[in-house]
């Protein structure tokens, strides 16, 4: 029997922004889902920021292939995506919530922007979620709901998927929330299930400003009239908590998803796959929000649950975004037409296969651009204009990247290795901004 898949994505959500992972965190549905399925500890985006991790994430390719490294960048009009390939293989395929593939702000989005996907209802990228939220269908027309926007993105990835089950196609649907992406803005219940609780900072914390401002809508400046600085500016564990009662309220959601496909009778038959597209560095190293190659912020979350599959619970192994695309197309039993950059997750998922080739990221939107390699064990940075080796990591003795290695001596032999392996893997690529810092 043909089988469906779910994914559901949030934004900005860090790898630790569980309750499986970090028990303080309030997410009794994700737990479930992890219970059930396969948690994956080592999963990495492979361009920590909105826009280029969704080309990523349709096209298969890395962003130094899809020509997706900004925001405002736009897939080719003759990118072979996901869902087209899924399509051909006799699968409906849908979207819901946060595109961001090639603008932002509240414009319809035309169907050559919709990476491919036969149902629509979204928007590019608009960083409010209380009030006025706006989502633009397959005609383009407007809609305008008065409530949280990640309440809304639920309701409607609910609402397409009983259309999809409906239509008895097998199908492929993703439900992309914006949350918990600044501003923080939970609704009103969420934000007190943390109250009197005091975060512990994240590793190798070193004070930060919070409050980022958003240029869609456009904040109030000076930043003192922004009701999310007054808010929350300065003050990090008010930032914390509110960040957590948006992953909290995603969850709940998430929970209104699964029991969903269990009232619709497809169960059984339907894959689950949970993730994000960055994490967010809350004063880890001293940093804030995306951009850059340490975990809280380049690592994400990843649960994968294929129901007729025997599963393993844990896979450490290092995988990455690249590897979603492959994962569909095998559990849709097809065989990309592409080169694909990733491998499917399939084998690691059944502890069928151990090992992975090692996992490539880059970014080039600060002042700081990077590459980076990352194996079974060690993470390899280096700077993306001039070919610098800057950081080696050891994931296993040092998992909070404080010590670096890149001029140890002892670690010559290694990170030559993978300084030849990373090199092999850029090539000649050169990414030039558009503009210049």
């Known amino acids: 029997m043909p089988k469906n898949i779910v994914m559901i994505m949030t934004d900005q959500m860090h790898k630790y922004a569980m309750g499986c992972v970090t028990p303080y965190v309030k997410t009794p549905n994700l737990d479930r889902l992890a219970r059930e399925g396969t948690l994956f500890t080592n999963a990495y985006s492979n361009n920590p920021v909105c826009g280029p991790f969704r080309g990523i994430l349709f096209s298969g390719c890395y962003s130094k292939e899809c020509g997706i490294q900004d925001n405002n960048h736009a897939l080719r009009a003759d990118e072979v995506t996901l869902p087209l390939e899924m399509e051909a293989l006799g699968y409906d395929t849908s979207f819901v919530g946060k595109l961001h593939l090639g603008?932002?702000?509240?414009?319809?989005?035309?169907?050559?922007?919709?990476?491919?996907?036969?149902?629509?209802?979204?928007?590019?990228?608009?960083?409010?979620?209380?009030?006025?939220?706006?989502?633009?269908?397959?005609?383009?027309?407007?809609?305008?709901?008065?409530?949280?926007?990640?309440?809304?993105?639920?309701?409607?990835?609910?609402?397409?998927?009983?259309?999809?089950?409906?239509?008895?196609?097998?199908?492929?649907?993703?439900?992309?929330?914006?949350?918990?992406?600044?501003?923080e803005q939970p609704s009103e219940p969420y934000e007190h299930w943390y109250d009197g609780f005091s975060f512990p900072m994240p590793e190798l914390f070193q004070p930060i400003e919070p409050y980022t401002p958003t240029y869609s809508p456009y904040s109030p400046r000076p930043f003192e009239k922004c009701p999310d600085y007054r808010r929350y500016g300065g003050n990090i564990q008010l930032y914390l908590k509110l960040y957590y009662a948006m992953v909290s309220q995603i969850d709940e959601n998430v929970g209104k998803i699964l029991d969903e496909v269990e009232r619709l009778g497809i169960a059984e038959d339907t894959a689950i796959l949970f993730s994000s597209d960055h994490g967010d560095m809350q004063g880890s190293h001293g940093l804030k929000n995306k951009c850059l190659p340490f975990e809280r912020s380049c690592g994400i979350p990843l649960i994968v649950k294929v129901p007729w599959m025997k599963q393993v619970p844990i896979v450490e192994t290092p995988v990455s975004a690249v590897d979603y695309y492959p994962t569909c197309m095998e559990i849709a039993g097809g065989v990309s037409k592409k080169k694909l950059a990733g491998e499917s997750l399939l084998g690691l998922l059944q502890g069928k296969t151990k090992s992975h080739a090692p996992i490539f990221a880059e970014n080039h939107l600060l002042e700081y651009q990077w590459y980076m390699l990352r194996d079974e064990r060690y993470k390899l940075t280096i700077d993306a204009k001039t070919k610098k080796a800057n950081s080696l990591y050891d994931m296993q003795e040092d998992p909070i990247e404080a010590i670096n290695l890149v001029e140890k001596p002892a670690f010559q032999g290694i990170k030559e290795q993978l300084y030849q392996k990373l090199l092999a893997e850029v090539g000649d690529y050169q990414y030039q901004r558009e503009i210049q810092f």
């Open 103 to 183: 603008g932002n702000g509240n414009l319809p989005i035309p169907e050559e922007c919709r990476a491919g996907h036969r149902h629509f209802i979204g928007y590019q990228c608009y960083n409010g979620f209380l009030d006025n939220v706006c989502f633009y269908d397959e005609e383009g027309r407007e809609h305008i709901y008065q409530e949280h926007r990640t309440d809304v993105t639920a309701r409607l990835g609910i609402e397409r998927m009983r259309e999809l089950a409906k239509a008895g196609k097998p199908f492929l649907h993703t439900i992309f929330f914006q949350a918990p992406h600044y501003p």
